[in-house]
């Protein structure tokens, strides 16, 4: 079924929507969930509340992407729950991911006070824009998806470790990319 088929029947509150979206786009969903939580009970939660968010949104929200709509919110609530969790020191993996990152994006504390969370994200997406277009698949697969430096490094036919370094210079090149255009970090 098309992705305007499924909107529509959210507009009627027909509930084959959650069946149509869950056959459609559910192992996109798992995969980002399992990729944040690492732990089927959770992912399992994440991802049925995404259903349910999508049902309380669509209407009056009319997503451009319906898979870019589901991947930002059970990404957003895997996140949150992970977040929630970790007090709990339950996860590692995720929190390395996270911590990647942290060298070369500002926190949510500094960016209000340098940018406005819109530039900045902008200013990624330029940067983003500007990567040939295996390194950006790498960024996005890696620091959105959560897919493991392993994994990436098998899809490409390297090592983990120059993988690990491949994704250090993305990073420096993020880094270097958001000083230039006078982001606080």
Known sequence: MEDKQIIDLYFARDEQAITETEQKYGRFCWRIAMNVLDVWEDAEECVSDTYLSAWKQIPPTIPLSLKAFLGRIVRNLSISRFRTLRAKKRFQGMEVMLSELGDCVPSDHNVEQTVEAKELSGYISEWLDSLPEEDCALFVRRYW?????????????????????????????????????????
């Open 145 to 185: 998806f959560g897919d493991s430096v392993q994994e990436l490094a098998e899809k490409c036919g390297i090592t983990a470790a120059q993988m690990a370094q491949r994704m250090l210079r993305l990073r420096k090149g993020l880094r270097s990319a958001l000083e230039q255009k006078g982001v606080a970090l």
